[in-house]
């Protein structure tokens, strides 16, 4: 007893709660001076609250009754502060048998229980949050939290003593055989996590795998921390599936652009090709014209020359007729000569009646070559914009491939 008072605190009470005896020690930790306490009740330690409670005075009837109690209590300093007793009351018998005095012997844990609440309330918050569930260090599932059995659509009972294999697919497994080995040897672990939930669907799981070590540095236990990032994993893989697709149709509009433009610049190289033989038709058929013009003159003056001749052999028939019997030779000459101008004159007619066919078909030609220059020049007037446009649609492209890149770089 002597060695409880020299380094415990302690107080005694009697059966009804009066304080009849404390040390130094107690006092020193409810920092009250022993006549302040000495003949109080117990309750100036304790809440408002718990001191009007039901379990307050079943607390003191139990004690009364003989049955002690141990555990870690609130209490209240003299100046209203709480601190956390870890103590044990104990009923002391008299010799008939009967609890004469309690004895009550304790420690201030008010700074280890505080930071365990601290701990206990950041876990708490976790536990609400997130999905959490606890192996052994060989994956033996110990407990897993309403959250996580929701997110992966088991019951408690259903996966506890399990291994964690039966949330996974073969290929992880194939992939990670050392997974337990690792985590075992204290090895954090986080990353997302495909999964497999009761009915075989796929989840992913944002998740931390977290080793609790003990003092030796050896593993006990695993926890891990998840949130389920299914929604956000399956439009990422949508993107990436658009991005794939947007890659592979911009590609190919970029190819098919480029052909196109190379089409189009031969078109181009064609039409230029068109206007220059245009323009030598033009000149052909220019200088075709001129000839026309010179053979009509030369034409004019056969006929001119046809009828000169027709007048000297109409002359010369006369003056044979004139002769008589010695003019007869003659005029057979000048009948020959006569009929020489007639022919010429049809001639020239029918050679004037070719050259206007071909003034005509001359004419047509010109009409028709400045219709082909006229389209010519519309169809090269386009081709210039389709190739503008072509170029766009080749930049278009070219950005769309970026983006997709940039998009894939973000992932």
């Known amino acids: 007893m002597a060695a409880i008072e020299s380094s415990i605190p302690k107080i005694e009470f009697t059966p009804d709660g009066i304080i009849a005896d404390v040390n130094d020690h107690f006092l020193s930790a409810v920092g009250y001076q022993a006549d302040e306490v000495l003949g109080a009740h117990h309750r100036i330690f304790c809440d408002a609250d718990y001191i009007e409670s039901r379990a307050y005075r079943e607390f003191w009837k139990q004690l009364r009754s003989g049955q002690s109690h141990k555990g870690t209590f609130p209490r209240v300093t003299a100046n209203g502060d709480r601190i956390w007793l870890d103590a044990t009351y104990f009923p002391i018998l008299d010799d008939q048998g009967r609890v004469s005095r309690i004895m009550k012997i304790a420690s201030d844990v008010t700074e ?69 080995e690792r985590l075992g040897n204290g090895e954090f672990m986080t990353g997302q996590f495909e999964r497999r939930r009761a009915d075989g669907s796929k989840v992913w799981l944002e998740a931390s795998y977290n080793p609790v070590l003990d003092e030796a540095g050896n593993t ?33 509009t970029a190819d098919i652009a480029r052909r196109a433009g190379e089409s189009l610049n031969q078109s181009l190289e064609t039409s230029t090709q068109i206007d220059d033989g245009v323009a030598r038709v033009r000149s052909v058929v220019e200088q075709l014209n001129q000839k026309t013009e010179s053979i009509e003159e030369m034409v004019t003056t056969i006929s001119g020359v046809a009828e000169q001749t027709k007048m000297l052999a109409l002359n010369a028939a006369v003056e044979a007729a004139r002769a008589g019997e010695h003019g007869r030779g003659f005029g057979v000459v000048a009948e020959e000569v006569r009929k020489l101008a007639f022919n010429s004159r049809e001639a020239s007619r029918d050679i004037s009646g070719v050259i206007n066919a071909i003034v005509e078909l ?27 446009i072509v170029d766009d649609i080749r930049s278009g492209a070219q950005r769309v491939l970026d983006a997709v890149e940039g998009i894939n770089r973000g992932q």
């Open 112 to 180: 280890e229980h505080e930071l365990l609440m601290d701990q206990q309330a950041v876990f708490d918050a976790i536990n609400r949050s997130m999905a959490v569930i606890e192996f052994l260090p060989d994956g033996t599932i110990l407990q897993a939290n309403d959250n996580f059995l929701n997110v992966i659509g088991y019951r408690a009972q259903d996966v506890e003593g399990r291994h964690h294999r039966i949330f996974c697919f073969d290929a992880f497994y194939e992939q990670n055989p050392d997974f337990w």
């Open 220 to 252: 006990l236990k695993v926890v891990k921390f998840a949130s389920d990032i299914t929604a956000y994993m399956e439009q990422s893989l949508r993107t990436q599936e658009a991005a794939s697709v947007a890659s592979s149709t911009a590609s190919e």
């Open 362 to 388: 001359s004419s047509d030609v010109e009409n028709q070559i400045d219709r082909v220059g006229t389209v010519a020049t519309e169809g090269r007037s386009q081709m210039n914009d389709a190739v503008a």
